[in-house]
Structures are given as structure tokens and as C-alpha cells.
């Protein structure tokens, strides 16, 4: 099974900025491709971000122009990059990998507060 270890969620004011990362346990070039989720209390997990083996960057019209994706192939890690937040962005987020011929891996999340 992969494991994905997501750090870098933490408590900040509206307006700041962080950095999540996700260490995959397995070469992240096998991926078809890799993204986030995020999930507030009472509602669904949305997609948030994907980023294609091949470097291509998707991104919810709630993070454009804020948010940005990214992978370092060597370290097997994949970034979020989170400015200009806001509470909406409140959330618990999920590092997701998607292996051909397999199903997708779920980290375990990490909180990431915006107050106000």
C-alpha cells in the first residue's frame, strides 16, 4: 500500500499563507496523478488541486489565483501552496494519489484554520 504523509496544515490569520506537503512512500512518476481535497466540518470533501504526471495543474475556481500546486519528482512529494486565505478555506486537507491499474491513496489529512 502507498502511504502519504501530509505536514505543513497549522492555524493562521486571513490573508496568510502556507505550505502543505505530501511525502508519498512510492515514486510519485508512477502516478496517473496526484492532488488535494480538502474537507470542512459538516460538509463534503471537495477537490481542491490535481497535478498530472506530466505537470499539468488543475485547480477549484474557489483557489484560483491563490492556491498552487506542485511536485518534486526526486523528493516524491507534492506541494500546496496556499496564499491569501481566507476562513472558507478552513479545512481538513487530503493528499490523494492515483496509481494506474489501482486505487486511489488517501493521506491522513491535515488541519489547516484561518481565522478571521
Known amino acids: 500500500q502507498v502511504q502519504l504523509v501530509e505536514s505543513g496544515g497549522g492555524l493562521v490569520q486571513a490573508g496568510g499563507s502556507l505550505r502543505l506537503s505530501c511525502a508519498a512512500s512510492r515514486n510519485i512518476l508512477s502516478t496517473r496523478v496526484m492532488g488535494w481535497y480538502r474537507q470542512a466540518p459538516g460538509k463534503q470533501r471537495e477537490l481542491v488541486a490535481t497535478?498530472?504526471?506530466?505537470?499539468?495543474?488543475n485547480y477549484a475556481d474557489s483557489v484560483k489565483g491563490r492556491f498552487a500546486i506542485s511536485r518534486d519528482n526526486s523528493a516524491n512529494t507534492v506541494y500546496l501552496q496556499m496564499n491569501s486565505l481566507k476562513p472558507e478555506d478552513t479545512a481538513v486537507y487530503y493528499c490523494?494519489?492515483?496509481?494506474?491499474?489501482?486505487?486511489?491513496?488517501w493521506g491522513q489529512g491535515t488541519q489547516v484554520t484561518v481565522s478571521s
Open positions: 497535478i498530472t504526471s506530466g505537470g499539468s495543474p
Open positions: 490523494t494519489a492515483d496509481y494506474p491499474l489501482r486505487n486511489r491513496y
